[in-house]
């Protein structure tokens, strides 16, 4: 038996908006993160699987029991699973630790172990109106996990934040999962804030799930080109182009085009294929430089640096990392 197993759900929308057949399951303390572009249907789903919106079809089962909609049940959710919305609020002007306080049930020793971990020790005696956005999110964080979820959902957690406060947040997130003993799944529009932390990733577009797997297959081995640019930057070039470029496609392969990396593009003293540099442009720890090679145009990723355009070398693609589409 799954922690949580979610099957066949579907749901209709006014706006002719539908979740179609949703199934997946995750593991106690698996990592999940549902991406998508905005409108995808991550929100809705995160809501269903938390019993605030009623599915048409389907069933969400936590822990072995049937999580009951709200046309079901008086008070809508489930004890077990919290919820933190990324349209969430505070009270205006009390104290942090007046509006940790009426949600708390920990001792005192577990709460400061809490508001540790969610570093907002030192925000207590501030009011809510003082906060940034990234300390209001961390603060609506704890005061849901003072009830002891087991399950905590996370709708668009990074959205709005600057980088620091990003990674503080991935931070108080593996703490969460370690330290308090928490399974996360959370939503995100943009899906590289969650491939340095999730365990397992679900794709979704126009409310179907595309592809589930690792961080790793997801990147490497897209099913789509949406998919693709989902998870970073791309060189999408013509089937007929494989063997200028070194590469057999496999038989079975629908043979339409050729999905490649810029960092699966290297570059070699000899014995490589003959390019010419376009553009070099500066990333701190890497350069980005576009190329042609005949008739085809690249863009690689390299450390080495004083390129300049019209400036010849030899490029080689990494023929395991290459994806056939």
């Known amino acids: 038996m799954a922690f949580l197993d979610v099957t066949d759900i579907c749901k209709q929308q006014q706006d002719g908006f539908a979740l179609?057949?949703?199934?997946?399951?995750?593991?106690?303390?698996?990592?999940?993160?549902i991406a998508g572009e905005t409108g995808s249907g991550k929100s809705t789903l995160l809501k269903i699987i938390a019993g605030l919106v009623q599915p048409d079809s389907g069933s969400v089962f936590f822990e072995g029991e049937k999580v009951i909609g709200p046309e079901e049940k008086l008070v809508a959710g489930h004890p077990g699973i919290s919820y933190l919305s990324q349209h969430y609020?505070?009270?205006?002007?009390?104290?942090?630790?007046?509006?940790?306080?009426?949600?708390?049930?920990?001792?005192g020793e577990e709460a400061e172990k809490l508001y540790e971990i969610c570093r907002i020790s030192h925000l207590l005696q501030r009011k809510t109106n003082q906060l940034s956005g990234g300390e209001k999110q961390r603060i609506a964080l704890a005061r849901l996990l003072s009830g002891s979820p087991e399950l905590l959902l996370l709708d668009e957690p990074f959205s709005n934040l600057d980088m620091v406060h990003k990674k503080v947040l991935k931070s108080v997130l593996h703490a969460i999962g370690e330290e308090l003993g928490v399974t996360c799944l959370l939503t995100s529009h943009d899906p590289l804030d969650t491939l340095s932390w999730a365990d397992e990733i679900l794709v979704m577009r126009a409310g179907s799930l595309l592809q589930q797997g690792t961080p790793k297959q997801i990147y490497q081995q897209p099913e789509s080109e949406y998919i693709a640019?989902?998870?970073?930057?791309?060189?999408?070039?013509?089937?007929?182009s494989a063997a200028i470029l070194g590469?057999?496609?496999?038989?079975?392969?629908?043979?339409?085009?050729?999905?490649?990396?810029?960092?699966?593009?290297?570059?070699?003293?000899?014995?490589?294929?003959?390019?010419?540099i376009l553009q070099s442009r500066y990333f701190g720890s890497y350069h980005e430089v576009d190329v042609q090679a005949g008739n085809i145009s690249?863009?690689?990723r390299t450390d080495r640096a004083n390129f300049a355009a019209g400036d010849t070398l030899c490029v080689q693609v990494v023929a395991e990392e290459v994806r056939f589409l």
Request: net charge neutral; glycine share 4%; proline share 5%.
């Open 89 to 107: 609020e505070l009270p205006h002007s009390l104290r942090v630790e007046q509006v940790l306080r009426y949600a708390n049930t920990f001792s």
């Open 247 to 276: 590469l057999t496609p496999d038989s079975k392969s629908i043979k339409k085009s050729i999905l490649i990396r810029p960092e699966s593009i290297k570059i070699t003293p000899e014995d490589g294929i003959a390019a010419t």
């Open 298 to 300: 690249l863009t690689l």
């Open 20 to 33: 179609q057949h949703i199934s997946f399951s995750q593991k106690e303390f698996q990592k999940v993160a």
């Open 229 to 240: 640019g989902l998870f970073g930057d791309y060189n999408l070039v013509a089937s007929e």
